[in-house]
């Protein structure tokens, strides 16, 4: 894959719409196949995972998308454990049934 191929993915799997009415920042930084400095200082990653870049909108909101062989359960077990043990909280969001839904399905967890 050449520079602008993994660009291109990259740019696609950040800017996908997350939300309706989506309030974060326009100013983005975006990284190709890296994660900004003193990143994974603070955030594991999962060994083996091969990081396609970073999206950076502030220095509250980072977006790292990687692929892995792990499954989706290995990684959010792996997420729970790291975090947990690092002072992080899994915080529980409503889960609201009805509207529209995105095409796949979504995995997701917060930590604070």
Known sequence: MNEAEATRE???RLLAP???GDPRPYDAQLLV????????NDIPLPDGCRVLGSLV???????VPFDTDQS???IRGFYETQLTASGWRK???FQGIGGFTMGTELQHAVFC
């Open 72 to 74: 989706p359960e290995q």
């Open 91 to 93: 915080v529980e969001l």
């Open 33 to 40: 196949g890296q994660t900004p400095e003193g990143f994974t």
């Open 18 to 20: 997350q939300f309706p």
């Open 57 to 63: 909108r502030s220095q509250w909101s980072v977006e």
């Open 10 to 12: 990259l740019a696609l």
